[in-house]
């Protein structure tokens, strides 16, 4: 199986420029691609995972993938798939922004491999020293303003007559085609790939190279990926889940996926991961035959968090997430229980009252919200539905202590299999 028919099989591929004629080029010999991310925020998003993982599906077949950082295009602003005009940044946030984005780009492919090691570009360095008038000149005439009109990014924005297109952004997709030409004379690169709505961009640099080195070029779309109920992916309530564990915590970020619709979670093991073939229809199979085990949506959370985050953290969300089934809370960081306790009702007490003899566990339960009454509070325990910090307790009377909290001021009640609460002493 070659790089095109890998990701044929996983739904990858949306359109391509010439596809016989690709593959015919990528079994002759390694072909160096590029795709580029503009840095709109100090961190990547999971809408960015599609291609930045292609990168590397490329890579290990033993390609050369470029990225290109949007030191320029990211001070424009692309219209593609945007009802509105993007609110420029300043120079400054561009170069934080970068900064940030530079370090999660590196950690998903191998800069060090020979021939295919991957490169990390800016392509403010080639188009800063521009001056308009070069840009005009050796550039601009080889496009026709025809034909920008008529690609889908510039006619839906120029057919919205309330926003329309500014000329800033309608030259967007001459500073990208400009990439492409840049990278193909500078390294050979010969395919770019990006999301379907790229489409336009792409085949503006195509035809560039063609127009100024007589040169072919090929280019790749991925799909953009929506969510099976219609809504966008990668958005939750509390808005864009974020790479950067400091704006999406791991256990959020693992948890994101573990929920993800019973009607995705197939199409997001391809997507997503690099189980093989028979690996993910194994997981289709235990899906579709109990869904409710949700072992496909296990697997996909893991593997996710782990491309991303790493493997030990990744080990850490799964705890954490069994927690909530009964898991032991032994070596768990404070961070992490953290992240638990905002998934449960939260009751706030006083430190002072685990002192002396301490508390009676029946009042707290109580207190906490998991019983009606002192008296229920006495008949769950006593029959063997109660657990303090995951550890069941059949004894009335029992009181708990300061020495009892985890961390100095945590605990975990349950009632049952899924009535939990946490107490919090202050």
């Not at 020979?114 to 840009?135: C, E, I």
């Not at 864009?240 to 704006?247: E, F």
């Not at 948890?255 to 997507?271: E, S």
């Amino acid at each position: 199986m070659d790089i095109i028919e890998e990701l044929e099989w996983r739904g990858l591929v949306s359109d391509c420029t010439d596809r016989d004629g690709l593959a015919k080029r990528l079994a002759k010999r390694s072909v160096t691609l590029y795709c580029g991310f503009d840095p709109t925020a100090d961190s990547l998003h999971v809408g960015s995972l599609v291609p930045l993982l292609a990168l590397r599906r490329f890579q290990q077949f033993g390609h050369k993938p470029i990225i290109v950082a949007g030191g320029a295009t990211g001070s424009i602003g692309d219209p593609s798939g945007k009802s509105d005009e993007r609110q420029l940044l300043s120079h400054e946030q561009l170069k934080a922004n970068i900064e940030g984005v530079k370090k999660q780009l590196a950690s998903f492919l191998d800069f060090d491999s020979g021939a295919s090691a991957a490169l990390l570009v800016d392509n403010a360095d080639w188009t800063a020293p521009l001056s308009f008038l070069d840009v005009l000149r050796d550039v601009g005439k080889h496009f026709k303003v025809n034909a920008m009109v008529a690609k889908e990014s510039v006619r839906a924005r120029m057919e919205d007559r309330d926003v329309g297109i500014s000329y800033t952004e309608f030259s967007y997709m001459i500073l990208q085609a400009l990439d492409f030409d840049h990278l193909y004379g500078r390294h050979k690169c010969e395919l770019q790939i990006g999301g379907s709505d790229q489409w336009g961009n792409i085949t503006a640099g195509i035809d560039l190279i063609h127009r100024r080195q007589n040169r072919q070029a090929f280019g790749l779309t991925l799909p953009l990926i929506t969510n099976a109920d219609g809504t966008k992916f990668g958005k939750t309530e509390a808005g864009a889940v974020w790479l950067d564990a400091g704006r999406t915590s791991i256990y959020q970020f693992y948890q994101h996926w573990v929920r993800v619709d019973d009607r995705d979670v197939v199409r997001y093991l391809n997507f997503f991961t690099f189980l093989h073939r028979d690996e993910i229809e194994a997981l289709a199979r235990q899906h579709a035959e109990q869904a409710q085990a949700r072992v496909a949506h296990k697997a996909l959370a893991k593997e996710v968090t782990a491309l991303v985050h790493g493997e030990a953290a990744a080990n850490e969300a799964v705890r954490a997430s069994e927690i909530l089934f009964g898991g032991e809370l032994d070596g768990i960081t404070e961070a992490t229980f953290r992240e638990i306790a905002g998934e449960v009702p939260t009751h706030e007490i006083g430190l002072d009252r685990f002192g002396g003899e301490g508390l009676w566990l029946p009042e707290l339960l109580h207190e906490a919200g998991l019983a009606p009454s002192r008296g229920q509070a006495r008949k769950d325990i006593k029959g063997g539905g109660v657990y303090v910090n995951n550890r069941r307790t059949d004894e009335e009377q029992h009181k708990l202590q300061s020495g009892d909290l985890l961390f100095g001021k945590y605990l975990l009640l349950r009632r049952g299999k899924r009535n939990y609460a946490v107490v919090l002493a202050k």
